[in-house]
């Protein structure tokens, strides 16, 4: 077995700004300084919060009415006209001027559906946050073919805190609260998997590297034997160097409360060369064991 130094450049997390009964969002577990806005769309109630990560930690910002899915939430197939519930990333800024006028000034593709969905078997596409026709009102709760409606005015208010690729759009039913102590304790225990995680690919660890795999683990139509091999050949065949991570981002799923997504940039520096990649992992607390049940990059 060959032992490999491990760099880890881990960011102090900002810690969260209680409201006056000393709750906060459950999903909000460690933000980087690189993320500014996060939004949560409450679709209980109709509104999108807005926080702001900073110096100071995360403090909320403010919030907007919006509109969702016809047939409400819980997204499953294409045109089933409901907004997905989960973890999401904004894509890209869409200019809408040649459009429909129903979506309003601009537009926010999400990555819907992500690995997760895909896991799930979850189809469809074209969910965005956007605007809404000029001059008509207020639109109902329930209005559009899945996307998250907002008032042109609160749209535009929001542009420049939305970062393609950055920032995150978490979609709940009601929004989960919870302790600040309670947030520390879960935020820690899964930072503690993510450095195992780390340190044991650079370690060439793998018995413990791959231990942290789900038995369910699937990758690019592998399972988890398949992909424990391919994965086996790959670390043996080009062993790392070193591995350094930053910008980790740590959020609890706002449907389940059992999944959590660790999202991060990785360098991996072999002696020959170095690559960049933007990391995501899926983890699923099952009899009180963190384990990796999803792997994505982007």
Known sequence: MFRLPVVLMILAPLLLHAQPDRRVPAYLLEIPE???????????TSTLHQFRAGENGVTRQGESYMSVGQNGVGKERAW???????????????????????????????????????????????????????????????????????????????????????????????????????????????RRSLDTWVSSYASGDLHRHLSLYSDDFVYRGMNREEWAAYRTQSIMRAPAERIELDDVLLLADPEDSALFLTRFHQDIVYEDRAISTVKRLYWRLTDGELRIVAEDNG
Request: with cysteine; aromatic share 6%; charged share 25%.
């Open 34 to 44: 690189s993320v500014g806005t996060i939004l949560i769309a409450e679709t209980a």
């Open 80 to 190: 089933d006209r409901k907004t997905p519930l989960g973890i999401y990333f904004i894509n890209e800024q869409l200019d809408t001027s040649r459009l429909h006028d129903k979506y309003g000034p601009m537009a926010f593709p999400l990555d819907y559906p992500n690995i997760w969905d895909r896991r799930n078997r979850r189809s469809g596409d074209g969910i965005w946050i956007h605007g809404v026709t000029p001059n008509s009102g207020r639109r109902p709760p329930l209005d559009t073919d899945g996307c998250i409606a907002l008032p042109n005015d609160e749209l535009l208010a929001l542009e420049e805190t939305l970062v393609p690729l950055v920032t995150p759009v978490l979609i709940a039913r009601e929004i989960r609260w919870s302790s600040p102590e309670q947030l520390e304790i879960t935020r820690a225990e899964l």
